[in-house]
C-alpha cells in the first residue's frame, strides 16, 4: 500500500515579485490563446493534429518576433503546451 502526501506552501512574494508573476501569467495566457487558435486553424486547414513539437517550434520562432514571451523561463511557456493537449 502506498502513502500519499500532500504538501501545503504558502508564499509571500514582494510586490515587485508579485508583479512579475502575474505578468507572467499573463504572457502564458496570450500563449496558450495563441497556441490554440494555430491548433484550430491548422486542423481546419489540413484536418490533422497540431502536435505539441509543432507548437514547440513554433514558441522559438515566435520569441524572436515577441521578445516579451523571453521574459518567462521557458518550463511555464513549455507547460502551456501540455494544457493544451
Not at 19 to 36: G, K
Not at 37 to 49: A, C, N, S, V
Not at 51 to 70: F, G
Request: some cysteine; glycine content about 4%.
Amino acid at each position: 500500500m502506498s502513502t500519499v502526501l500532500n504538501y501545503l506552501f504558502e508564499i509571500f512574494p514582494t510586490e515587485e515579485q508579485s508583479n512579475t508573476l502575474h505578468r507572467w501569467v499573463d504572457i502564458c495566457r496570450l500563449q496558450y490563446n495563441s497556441a490554440l487558435l494555430d491548433k484550430e486553424r491548422y486542423y481546419g486547414r489540413t484536418g490533422k493534429g497540431y502536435t505539441k513539437a509543432q507548437l514547440q517550434k513554433q514558441l522559438t520562432l515566435d520569441k524572436k518576433n515577441h521578445p516579451i514571451l523571453k521574459e518567462v523561463p521557458s518550463q511555464p511557456l513549455q507547460e502551456v503546451f501540455f494544457r493544451i493537449e
